[in-house]
């Protein structure tokens, strides 16, 4: 009966150190594998917020942009008055065909491109976006609505000089008009186009940054709290295999303790 209770034992000994190292292991593996998450998943936000930081800038660019676009029609429109009394093809004819063709329009062309431009790298930053809310209890808003149809209103503005163009070389003064107010509104139209992507674009910017911190405090909870339960679990497996040792060897001495002395 000793004999099976020192090899339960002893078993049970084994078993309570296998589990203690296992219990170890996993403690240590609990943070390398937060280490690892952590920087996988921070680096994607990190990575977004920036491109968030340079789509701002852009966004900005074209606002001013638009602006400086904005101050050349009025020029072009505070001169209607003038082009009305002026004889065919006179100064100020020649004046406003200047500021649509060598400032208004090739103004629009350049930030046509860079709408298009914008336009693609909302697609990967959509793209993005998918990729990260994938991860659990996350739903970070995309830039789909917004901005994606700004290169079609730059483009409609850059069409519409060419009627002011085209209404200046033949004196129709009812087209010019009616022109150069159209495009007045397609240029309001972008910038209150730009406007929204920005408030959109800094509202999703603000998400990642609370979704950043939300992600570094719950990820150090989560491990904190798995260690602390594997180290109390490690402890206890500790505790069982001092037990262990104890019913292998300490009642055997207890026993030998216990014996009377021979008499001589």
Do not use: C
């Amino acid at each position: 009966m000793t004999l099976l209770r020192r090899i339960f034992a002893g078993v049970l000994f084994v078993l309570a150190l296998l589990t203690f190292l296992l219990a170890a292991t996993g403690t240590i593996g609990a943070w390398i594998a937060k280490a690892t998450i952590d920087e996988t998943t921070l680096a994607m936000v990190d990575v977004v917020t920036d491109y968030l930081d340079l789509a701002i800038q852009t966004i900005d660019t074209l606002d001013s942009n638009v602006a400086e676009a904005e101050e050349r029609l009025g020029l072009v429109q505070t001169s209607l008055a003038f082009l009305r009394t002026e004889r065919a093809n006179g100064p100020v004819a020649q004046q406003m065909q200047q500021v649509i063709t060598e400032e208004l329009q090739p103004a629009l062309e350049q930030l046509t491109t860079r709408a298009q431009r914008l336009r693609e790298g909302l697609e990967r930053f959509n793209q993005r976006i998918e990729q990260l809310n994938q991860l659990p209890f996350l739903d970070v808003p995309t830039l789909t609505n917004a901005l994606t149809t700004l290169d079609s209103e730059i483009t409609a503005a850059r069409d519409q000089t060419r009627l002011v163009r085209t209404a200046i070389e033949t004196r129709d003064n009812v087209l010019l008009q009616s022109a150069t107010d159209r495009l007045e509104e397609r240029l309001s139209q972008v910038r209150a186009t730009l406007a929204e992507g920005r408030n959109r674009t800094s509202t999703v910017q603000l998400a990642l940054i609370d979704i950043r911190q939300a992600l570094t405090f719950w990820s150090t909870v989560s491990t904190t709290t798995i260690s602390a339960l594997l180290v109390l679990f490690a402890l206890g497996q500790l505790s069982l295999a001092a037990h262990a040792w104890g019913w292998m060897f300490g009642r055997q001495r207890e026993g030998q303790s216990t014996r009377p002395a021979r008499r001589r």
